[in-house]
Nanobody, 114 residues
Framework: QVQFVESGGGLVQAGGSLGLSCVAS????????MAWYRQAPGKQRELVAR???????NYADSVKGRFTISRDSTENRAYLQMNNLKPEDTAVYYC????????WGPGTQVTVSS
C-alpha cells in the first residue's frame, strides 16, 4: 500500500514563498512520475506540476514561472517551491503519482492572504 505525506504548508502574505515536501511510503520496485495537485474550497482538484522519473517537468499555466517542482532521483520524494504566491493559490496541496493512481494523503494547507 502506498501512502503520501505532505508537509510545508502555512500562512503567507501575497508575494511570499513556501516550500512543500512529499514522501511516498510503501514497497516500490522503481521510482514513478510524481505530481503536485491542489484543491481550493468549492473547486475540483487540479494538477499543479508534474515531474517524470527522468526529471522532465510540466506546469499548469497558472503557476508557470512562479512554482518549481523537483524530486529525488532515487526515491519517491517530491518538492514544490512556490514563489510570488497569490491569494488564488490558497488550497490544500497533495502529491501523488502522475497520473494519480494511488490513494490521497492528508495534504498540506496553503493560505495566501492579500
Amino acid at each position: 500500500q502506498v501512502q503520501f505525506v505532505e508537509s510545508g504548508g502555512g500562512l503567507v502574505q501575497a508575494g511570499g514563498s513556501l516550500g512543500l515536501s512529499c514522501v511516498a511510503s510503501g514497497r516500490f520496485s522503481t521510482t514513478f512520475d510524481m505530481a503536485w495537485y491542489r484543491q481550493a474550497p468549492g473547486k475540483q482538484r487540479e494538477l499543479v506540476a508534474r515531474v517524470t522519473r527522468g526529471g522532465t517537468t510540466n506546469y499548469a499555466d497558472s503557476v508557470k514561472g512562479r512554482f518549481t517542482i523537483s524530486r529525488d532521483s532515487t526515491e519517491n520524494r517530491a518538492y514544490l517551491q512556490m514563489n510570488n504566491l497569490k491569494p488564488e493559490d490558497t488550497a490544500v496541496y497533495y502529491c501523488n503519482g502522475a497520473p494519480a493512481f494511488y490513494g490521497w494523503g492528508p495534504g498540506t494547507q496553503v493560505t495566501v492572504s492579500s
